[in-house]
């Protein structure tokens, strides 16, 4: 049914908040998604470094060539992230249960909720977890 509702500013800044909560109520998943993501740029960091200096063809300063390894990994982090699979995983459950039918027939853009529920989750994740380990690497 299509709904009254498309804009997605509101319900993307509500989930952004809610995931925000929902991270800070449980440190653990924070800190098992930050660490292997620490772990992963200072392998980068030292790998590079050590191609870099090693190297007699790059034409860059080793900041320049570390900014954009990182750069990428940010991305590369974030386009796999939970951020992509929970709303997937959160459809198909609906599915499962028969809830599916609830959130159909709610005066609500079903699509741009789940754009918002995506969009928010890819925001936060980015700035609580990915962006932090690269700024401590």
């Known amino acids: 049914a299509p709904g009254t509702d498309t804009g997605i500013v509101e319900p993307t800044l509500r989930n ?14 924070f ?8 772990m992963v ?4 960091y030292f790998l590079w470094t050590a191609i870099f200096e090693n190297s007699t063809s790059i034409d860059m300063p080793l900041s320049t060539l570390i900014t954009y390894v990182c ?36 005066p609500v853009d079903y699509q741009a909720l789940r754009l918002s529920d995506s969009l928010g989750l890819y925001v936060a994740e980015t700035a609580l977890i990915n962006l932090p380990a690269y700024l401590l690497a």
Request: charged letters at 20%.
């Open 31 to 38: 800190f098992t998604s930050l660490v292997p993501t620490m």
């Open 16 to 29: 952004i908040r809610g995931f925000v909560q929902r991270e800070a109520g449980v440190p653990v998943h």
């Open 71 to 106: 750069v990428g990994q940010v991305i590369s982090m974030s386009r796999i992230s939970w951020a992509q699979r929970r709303p997937a995983y959160q459809v198909a459950e609906k599915i499962r249960s028969g809830d599916i039918a609830i959130d159909l027939v709610q």
């Open 41 to 44: 740029a200072a392998m980068l």
